[in-house]
């Protein structure tokens, strides 16, 4: 199943493994919970990396056994991030390549499962006979040679490895021993543990304890790893007494505490580790010469974030509304493209299965805003309610952007209340609709398991001239953007719903299969296939959000 199968075989006979000691390895640890912004602080530290000069990847470790993101819902996991190469990773990924300027790989994201497939798949071929297969150090080789094949591909100067979970996780055990095992291999000035643990902090008396962490370093120091620099999560600025505490319970100098305090935004995180000195903290220990960061464009972008007043309301209208990380990308391209724009997005949630079961009216969402997004998604739960809305958008002429499903319940609308196909569905959702106009991929006909199946990952798109979402790219010819979908527009029906009113502004450049469509006799309505929001970067904004953006904002103001 892997093509790289010989490659592996032969780390396993690799035993020690030793390191090259070109490249540096910065691995981090969580401690006391997770979701405290580990994912945000190693983006963080990437970039103040980058700044001096180095290449830097990231790693995310994900120790549950799925193999990807892909099969998970995101009230579990929050949304699946989609890389290039189609990888279906945790959303982390997402930060490291939003704050890095980078596109990763699907091997940027390492699982539980990912390692014990390949290795119970090797067992099973006899490439291990005689041998007893163990967690250590089969299983330790597996993560360690997988963290080097990031390393080596990317050829990065420096790689950071992100273990998700908590110390003390049962499931995490074997990362951290092969992290350990890393250390001693590529030698210690070639390697930094990086230990973040959250600060509560009293309601009653407003003081940090700091308890937690200490148990937390204990537990790290109990699997023979003693970090180089704790950083701190709160959320308020550590305290002195609370960083002498830390410092000393973990067998550090205080210099080597690092306070992370809530922020507005996320964006702000490097430079407040910036001011107090850990991008050179970091390079020194590792024997990398100190640069003077180059961080002005990212000063200048926070401040346009935070300077931006005009305010522009979009309503997002999906049915995993009540954890907002489920379209955490789509939040942050719209933060990206009102930034450049110098707006300030308001978002409001529309909970589409209240629509359908009709105890919140469809009117409500384009009433209340300058512009509507209809979000991704899967299933039949809540789909009459966004159609319900779309239906409205139309009708009222509201600049709309749907976005995967979005678009494609966009052109179910359109052929319901346009082309008067009255029963017209998508098959994922009604497989006897006598108007299929969403039909699966021919290529998804015979696929039986879920996991990986879908069209994932970058695809070139032709876009047709004179078109909107041409005018948006900038005319470009072709352009690359991220799928995840089983289900298309039915070509069968082009003619019809072309005739009603619709003009498709973008076909795959592969099998000619619609990825944009657009309304003719509608201010700003564009339906998008693919998910543009994951290649969106603070400094370079995805033009179909700056396009709703910037004409709301017109239509409002
Ligand atoms: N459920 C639809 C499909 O599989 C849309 C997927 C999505 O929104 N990501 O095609």
Redesign the pocket.
């Known amino acids: 199943m892997n093509s790289n199968n010989e490659t592996f075989i032969t780390s396993i006979l690799d035993y020690s493994a030793p390191g090259t000691g070109v490249t540096k390895y910065i691995f981090v640890t969580g401690g006391v919970l997770s979701s405290v912004g580990k994912g945000i602080t190693t983006a963080s530290i990437g970039l103040l990396l980058k700044a001096r000069g180095y290449s830097v990847t990231a790693i995310k470790i994900d120790p549950y056994i799925n193999v990807d993101a892909g099969t998970m819902n995101p009230y579990m996991h929050g949304e699946v991030y989609v890389t290039e190469d189609g990888g279906e990773t945790d959303l982390d990924l997402g930060h490291y390549e939003r704050f890095l300027g980078v596109n990763l790989s699907k091997r940027n994201n390492i699982t539980t499962g990912q390692i014990y497939l390949s290795v119970i798949e090797r067992e099973r071929r006899g490439d291990y006979l005689g041998q007893t297969v163990q967690v250590i150090p089969h299983i330790t080789n597996e993560i360690k040679f997988r963290i080097r094949e990031v390393a080596k591909l990317t050829d990065a100067d420096i790689v950071l490895v992100e273990v998700g979970g908590t110390v003390g996780d049962i499931e995490g055990l074997p990362f951290l021993e092969a992290i350990r095992q890393m250390g001693l291999e590529e030698g210690s000035s070639n390697t930094l543990y990086i230990h973040v643990a959250l600060v509560p902090v009293l309601t009653t008396t407003g003081e940090q304890k700091t308890k937690p962490v200490q148990h937390s370093v204990q537990e790290l120091r109990r699997i023979g790893i003693q970090p180089d620099i704790i950083i701190a999560r709160s959320t308020k600025p550590l305290e002195d007494e609370a960083r002498r505490k830390i410092a000393l319970y973990a067998n550090l100098p205080p210099e080597a505490v690092f306070s992370n305090p809530d922020v507005e935004y996320i964006y702000e995180v490097p430079l407040i580790l910036e001011e107090q000195g850990l991008g050179s903290f970091i390079v020194k220990r590792l024997d990398l010469k100190d640069r003077k960061p180059d961080l002005d464009y990212w000063k200048e972008f926070i401040s346009r974030l935070k300077s931006s007043t005009k305010p522009v309301r979009i309503a997002m209208v999906g049915k995993y509304t009540k954890l907002k990380d489920s379209y955490l990308s789509i939040i942050e391209a719209i933060r990206h493209a009102a930034a450049t724009l110098k707006l300030r997005p308001i978002l409001n949630w529309y909970e589409s299965t209240m629509i359908e079961k009709g105890d919140l009216s469809p009117q409500k969402p384009v009433e209340e805003n300058d512009a509507v997004i209809v979000l991704?998604?899967?299933g039949a739960r809540g789909t009459e309610g966004k159609i319900a809305v779309i239906r409205e958008v139309i009708e009222k002429k509201k600049p709309f952007l749907g976005?995967?499903?979005?678009m494609?319940l966009a052109v179910v609308a359109i052929a319901r209340y346009l082309a008067g196909l009255r029963e017209a569905h998508s098959t994922?959702i009604n497989p006897k609709t006598p108007y299929p106009v969403i039909d699966l991929l021919e290529e998804q006909r015979q696929v039986d398991r879920l996991g990986g199946t879908?069209r994932l990952g970058s695809y070139p798109i032709k876009l047709i001239h004179g078109t909107l979402v041409h005018k948006l790219y900038n005319g470009k010819e072709i352009v690359y953007e991220r799928h995840?979908?089983?289900?298309?527009v039915n070509p069968l029906y082009l003619d019809k719903l072309v005739a009603a009113g619709m003009e498709v502004s973008g076909y795959s450049l592969d099998k000619g299969r619609v990825e944009f469509i657009e309304l003719r006799d509608h201010p700003f309505f564009v339906g998008s296939q693919p998910?543009p929001e994951f290649k969106s970067r603070p400094m370079n904004p995805a033009p179909l959000f700056i396009g709703l953006l910037e004409h709301s904002y017109r239509v409002s103001g």
Do not use: S
């Open positions: 991704p998604g899967f976005i995967c499903f979005g494609q994922e879908m995840r979908h089983r289900y298309e998910h």
